[in-house]
Nanobody
Framework: EVQLVESGGGLVQAGGSLRLSCATS????????IGWFRQAPGKSREGVSC????????YYRDSVKGRFTISSDNAKNTVYLQMNSLKPEDTAVYYC??????????????????WGQGTQVTVSS
């Protein structure tokens, strides 16, 4: 059974930091791209960042570059998203996603094969 389990969300003041974790199981971690999407109320889901577990390539959407860092611990089959200098506009439910094709995890089209349940991130001003 494939599982992606997110943790680390919460409430933080603007300028603060959070670290999201995505613990995965049930598929060959090294063969997948794994990343993060977010969806704010009334808005479309958007890709935030992703990482190719096989070669370490990373992607960040422009609005988070320089503030967010994606990393992985391949021994633990876990991906992390370190979020610094958080802004109120970062408030959203953050979802971990995985697919063998990095294009899907970057752009969400086609939708990634596997998804986590989501974790809420709220940034107060």
């Amino acid at each position: 059974e494939v599982q992606l389990v997110e943790s680390g969300g919460g409430l933080v003041q603007a300028g603060g930091s959070l670290r999201l974790s995505c613990a995965t199981s049930g598929f060959t971690f090294d063969h997948y791209a794994i990343g993060w999407f977010r969806q704010a109320p009334g808005k479309s889901r958007e890709g935030v960042s992703c990482l190719s577990s096989s070669d370490g390539r990373t992607y960040y959407r422009d609005s988070v570059k320089g503030r967010f860092t994606i990393s992985s611990d391949n021994a633990k089959n876990t991906v992390y998203l370190q979020m610094n200098s958080l802004k109120p506009e970062d408030t959203a439910v953050y979802y971990c996603a995985a697919d063998p094709i990095i294009h899907s995890v970057v752009f969400g089209i086609p939708a990634p094969r596997y998804w986590g349940q989501g974790t809420q991130v709220t940034v107060s001003s």
